[in-house]
């Protein structure tokens, strides 16, 4: 890898299928391969987690592309609950533009819900190499009525919506039915039974994790065949306190990616699939 490259960032704006501008970071190293790095639950592109990856591929000669979901951050459209199969053509979106400008990415990363969309993602298309979920959960149903409340179902019947109120008594975002459903009816376990034996999977938690039981990372083992599983001790949800060894577990895999797709490119005599 080219450790003294000299790398550009530059901000771009991708269309998706409903006509809403993506906005997203790109770290550009001038490699023909990219990362793709997608945030959690109402976070951004500049969350902290997608800004240390970024930086160390950097070091490593790799671009990467940290996006903002559509409704988040400075993507147009407007904020949903749930959103799952928005954010997996959203990732399409950016594939596209991408493979189309003649990069090849290797691989998504997703942090928390986000790691639900590249698994999602990889469920739906199999043409991403690997995928990199860092703390996202098995077991979408869980917590719901702790989350919202017991009598949510009813409150969302009367009104068609929920507003979530902020500590400090502002909206933070709307709940709807549909959003509701989306999340119940998403089924983790059975999409990644669908994920190519061929893309690999790299799942990263911490075993303090406030929001994602680490059991969860577990059960991922379980299911996803081509798999790998780090479990970070004392790490939290964000890694607050565990940022290097974050980027310990995540690099290595990241880089054999790379290696790998460097590989098939020279043997076949730098085509493009």
């Not at 406030?210 to 599983?229: W, Y």
Request: net charge negative; glycine share 8%; with cysteine.
């Amino acid at each position: 890898m080219n450790m003294n490259c000299t790398t550009t960032q530059k901000k771009l704006s991708i269309p998706n299928k409903h006509g809403e501008k993506l906005v997203g970071m790109l770290h550009d190293t001038a490699s023909p391969q990219l990362v793709i790095l997608c945030h959690g639950f109402r976070s951004s592109k500049n969350d902290k987690i997608l800004l240390n990856i970024a930086a160390a591929l950097e070091k490593e000669g790799i671009s990467a592309f940290r996006l903002d979901f559509s409704g988040n951050g400075e993507s147009e459209g407007s904020f949903q609950f749930a959103n799952y199969s928005r954010e997996v053509e959203d990732i399409r979106s950016v594939f596209e533009y991408f493979t189309e400008s003649n990069r090849s990415p290797i691989a998504i990363v997703g942090h928390s819900k986000g790691g639900d969309a590249v698994l999602l993602y990889a469920s739906k298309y199999h043409d991403i190499p690997a995928v990199i979920n860092l703390s996202s959960p098995s077991d979408l149903k869980r917590g719901m009525e702790d989350r919202f409340g017991k009598d949510i179902w009813k409150r969302l019947k009367k009104d068609g919506h929920v507003d979530v109120i902020s500590n400090t008594g502002e909206c933070e975002y709307r709940l709807t039915e549909e959003g509701m459903r989306e999340r119940l009816n998403t089924d983790m376990r059975e999409a990644c039974r669908s994920i190519d034996g061929n893309c690999k999977v790299l799942t990263v938690h911490g075993t303090a994790d406030e929001v994602i039981p680490v059991g969860d990372a577990k059960e991922f083992a379980k299911i996803v065949r081509n798999h790998q599983l780090k479990i970070i001790q004392g790490a939290n949800h964000g890694y607050t306190s565990h940022q290097e060894e974050m980027i310990l577990a995540v690099l290595p895999f990241l880089k054999e990616c790379m290696s790998r797709a460097s590989t098939l490119a020279s043997s076949c005599g730098g085509c493009s699939d």
